[in-house]
């Protein structure tokens, strides 16, 4: 259907989570035409399809595990500063192209279904998709367009409820912007990212103190590290709800790199995701998104990871016949003289990464002595973790060193 299909593999790797064994797995940039999620990571709730969306091309991961790769044969003419956007209906795709407009997509081919030069970004709000372009914001719906008048940034909608953000958080009121800064429990703060509840019109808000949240345009509380248990940090950068309506967000450091992703239960902050328990390199984090079926999907620069749960998707498990127990590093923790153990006869490649994902050293199976151990002693004591390949194999173990 669209654009060329690509067989999918997928790479596993196993952690300790949550204290229990986890399994993370992870496809590689190489898997959707090099296409990472630059612009724009999304899943189409209505399909569950992922969507990977650069400059000039994109990619979906269907909810069948295939791949689709998009370009100029299917999006018209594209090129470095289109800022391709996508934006979905409950029977509809559509996109927008900078300078151009709004496109209809269908069957591998696009239609533009209205020009607008000024286009900055698109959204979708049930059967009406939001134009917003610089000064106004326009609507779309059943082959028509409407100017709103209003001129506003930062504009999010669901239902009847639209929330505008002028480095305040505001509505509107008739034409115009009126903020909510004077709420008591307003925190005054940048806004980080803005969302609405899956299952509610209740509006949640990440700010670089903590969140606040919202319904019908009043602010009822915040969540802060004063209010909450584990909060990894009150710079909260972006936002994602389950499918049970349960709270997940990304959390960043002073400098706004993301280091951690966390949920919350009750006053709780638990799950907690960081470089200690999964394969995600947050120093390329590019961001988060959850199906509807709950289920996790991260993108950085090189992959796109998921946690396996009872609800993934079929596709998913789809691996090697090499079991996890022929590949292990002994003994662990160790003075930092480790051995690997179970490996087979193909070549493999070990890169040592610390805790803030920085590479501290690399062994060649074939350079490593005859009983295959290699040497961290020159490391400082702490925690490492050995990023392991052999042929389209990769695991990730975590190693102590004394």
Same mark, same amino acid.
């Given at each position: $259907? $669209? *654009?060329?299909?690509?067989?999918?593999?997928?790479?596993?790797?196993?952690f300790s989570f949550v204290g229990r064994a986890q399994t993370w797995q992870s496809i590689h940039k190489s898997q959707t035409g090099n296409t990472v999620a630059w612009k724009q990571f999304v899943i189409n709730p209505y399909t569950n399809d992922i969507w990977l969306v650069n400059d000039n091309k994109a990619a979906v991961i269907k909810n069948d595990g295939a791949i689709e790769l998009l370009?100029?044969?299917? !999006?018209?003419?594209?090129?470095? #500063?289109?800022?391709?956007?996508?934006?979905?209906?409950?029977?509809?795709?559509?996109?927008?192209?900078?300078?151009? *407009?709004?496109?209809?997509?269908?069957?591998?081919?696009?239609?533009?279904?209205?020009?607008?030069?000024?286009?900055?970004?698109?959204?979708?709000?049930l059967d009406t998709i939001n134009i917003h372009r610089a000064g106004t914001l326009l609507k779309y719906l059943n082959g028509a367009c409407f100017d709103s008048y209003f001129q506003v940034s930062g504009i999010v909608i669901k239902n009847t409820f639209l929330?505008?953000? +002028?480095?305040?958080?505001?509505?509107?009121?008739?034409?115009m912007n009126s903020t909510l800064q004077t709420d008591p429990e307003y925190l005054h703060a940048g806004i980080n990212?803005?969302?609405?509840?899956?299952?509610?019109?209740?509006?949640?808000?990440?700010?670089?103190?903590?969140?606040?949240?919202?319904?019908?345009?009043?602010?009822?509380?915040?969540?802060?590290?004063? +209010?909450?248990?584990?909060?990894?940090?009150? =710079?909260?950068?972006e936002l994602e709800f389950d499918h049970l309506d349960q709270l997940w967000a990304v959390f960043g450091d002073a400098a706004d790199v993301p280091f951690a992703i966390a949920k919350l239960e009750a006053n709780n902050w638990t799950n907690r995701i960081d470089a200690s328990n999964a394969p995600i390199n947050f120093s390329e984090f590019l961001g988060l998104e959850i199906d509807t !079926?709950?289920? !996790?999907?991260?993108?950085?620069?090189?992959?796109?990871?998921?946690?396996?749960?009872?609800?993934?998707? *079929?596709?998913? #498990?789809?691996?090697s016949?090499?079991?996890?127990?022929?590949?292990?590093?002994?003994?662990?923790?160790?003075?930092?003289?480790?051995?690997v153990s179970g490996q087979s006869s193909e070549p493999m490649q070990i890169t040592i990464l610390d805790q803030q994902g920085k590479q501290v050293a690399h062994?060649?199976? =074939?350079?490593?002595s005859s009983d295959h151990s290699f040497d961290l002693s020159d490391q400082a004591p702490g925690v490492y973790f050995a990023h392991i390949s052999q042929g389209e194999l990769q695991w990730v173990k975590k190693l102590v060193v004394r």
């Open positions: $259907m $669209m *654009g060329k299909t690509v067989t999918l593999f997928i790479i596993l790797f196993f370009n100029q044969t299917h !999006l018209g003419v594209l090129w470095n #500063g289109s800022s391709l956007r996508f934006a979905f209906t409950p029977n509809e795709v559509f996109f927008m192209k900078s300078t151009f *407009g709004l496109f209809q997509f269908s069957n591998a081919s696009n239609t533009l279904v209205y020009s607008e030069p000024n286009i900055t970004t698109i959204s979708a709000n929330y505008t953000d +002028n480095y305040y958080l505001g509505h509107q009121v008739g034409w990212d803005k969302k609405f509840q899956r299952n509610t019109d209740s509006l949640y808000v990440g700010t670089t103190k903590g969140i606040m949240y919202a319904y019908n345009y009043d602010i009822l509380d915040t969540i802060t590290p004063n +209010n909450t248990s584990n909060m990894p940090s009150s =710079n909260v950068l !079926l709950g289920n !996790l999907w991260v993108a950085d620069n090189l992959y796109i990871h998921t946690l396996l749960t009872a609800n993934s998707p *079929g596709w998913l #498990g789809i691996t016949n090499i079991p996890l127990e022929e590949i292990d590093i002994i003994p662990n923790p160790s003075n930092g003289i480790f051995q062994f060649d199976l =074939n350079e490593l």
